[in-house]
């Protein structure tokens, strides 16, 4: 798993009704595994490549909360953007051991950002602590 790095407009966040915490990055950065984690608090030690939308619900005691994962690898990062407007939180989950994939992944998420400056976002610094077994 991993830490979260920046938390911006923490003080602005609310929970909105019928919109979506998306969850993106990446091909291999680890999203459909912080989610299984999320959901189950248990750790899967493999995951296959999520080819389209990954969609999941989290119930609290008073409150459902909907994050929708799509694909990192390149077919599906043209969602990224359309999907957008649908979320009220960006998770943006990078491989923090994958130093060589960092600028990419930031050139991806200033594109996502730069033109969502409102968009409350959470960068998930990943695979920080390495899974045995
Ligand atoms: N060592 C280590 N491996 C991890 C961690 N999180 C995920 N992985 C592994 O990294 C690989 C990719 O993880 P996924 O969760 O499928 O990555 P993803 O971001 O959903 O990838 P796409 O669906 O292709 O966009 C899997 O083999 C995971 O088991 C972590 O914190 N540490
Ligand atoms: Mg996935």
Redesign the pocket.
Known sequence: ??VILEFRKYDRVTWVKNKQIL?L?????????????LASNT?????????GF?AVNISSEDRQMEFL?????EP?RSYWDMYLPKGWLLIF?V?S?DHKRLPEAKKYLHQLIDPNPDLPLVVFA???????G
């Open positions: 798993m991993g969850v990055g990446l091909d291999g950065a680890g999203k459909t595994s912080v989610l299984h984690f750790v899967r030690h493999s995951t296959a490549p999520t080819l990954n994962e799509i694909g990192g690898s599906f989950v491989d051991a990943n695979k920080q602590v390495f899974i045995t």
